[in-house]
């Protein structure tokens, strides 16, 4: 089989390709992505120092190509095989993240050989666009009960005064979600919409740029505040 990388062919049987895969979950557990791993060992030969040469600048060359495929083809050298990453569908592209890197320095390295390794790594889509990667909600409630003022005096300590036997009740209910590809949408009034003083306070906070044109971390705050003459009771949404 070969391998490709990009408009760079390895020869046949010339890498020992190793993949790996392991998920991003959200705080959930839910699956977000896919990160893969190749992880290639191979080894260059050559008629002498001259052609080792040539052909190790044009393996260091390969990989450092952007926007690149990798593709396992089948013995035709034409036929992808199962094992692909596509640049257009991965979250930032392919990186190389080691090598090419040599580990070997004695006897025939450099002369007739050369042995190399390189490591690739690709995340890729799993979940829904809008799928959430963290949700909290709370509401918190005050007033009700009487009001004190405290009054200094002009020769002795301050003195309490009772200004309001009974005073509003209140409510404010906030949170913040964000979603994977998109916003998310904002869950809903806790308490009947007669309560709230005025729409909900909405905030769009921007995305993350993973690259290739994909963005994720789509943020949403929001603050509603309540007011009532009668005592407010609200359990936040659970997501």
Known sequence: M?????????????????????PVLSEGGIPLSIIETWLINGL?????????DAKVAALVSAY?????????????????????MRHRDSMGGI???AG????????????????????????????????????????????????????????GPPRPQLVRRQTIYRA???GQAVGYRVYPTFPGLLLP?????????????????????????YTLSWEVRYQSDRPLVATPHLR
């Open 44 to 52: 260059i030969v050559g008629s002498g120092q001259a052609d080792i």
């Open 64 to 84: 450092s190509q952007r926007n690149f495929d990798a593709v396992l083809l089948l013995s035709d050298g034409a036929t992808a095989s199962q094992h692909v």
């Open 100 to 155: 090419p890197s040599f580990p070997n320095g004695g006897g025939a390295e450099y002369a007739t050989k050369r042995t190399f390794s390189v490591t690739l790594e690709a995340e890729f889509p799993e979940a829904a666009a809008t799928s959430l990667l963290s949700f909290r909600e709370s509401v918190t409630f005050g007033g009700g009960g009487p009001r004190t003022a405290w009054t200094e005096t002009k020769l």
């Open 193 to 217: 919409e007669r309560y709230a003083l005025e729409p909900p306070s909405l905030t769009y906070g921007g995305g993350k740029n993973r690259g290739n044109g994909l963005f994720t971390d």
């Open 172 to 174: 404010t209910q906030s």
């Open 2 to 22: 070969y391998l490709k990388i990009g408009n760079y062919t390895h020869p046949i049987g010339e890498p020992a390709l190793q993949i790996g895969k392991r």
């Open 95 to 97: 990186r190389v993240i």
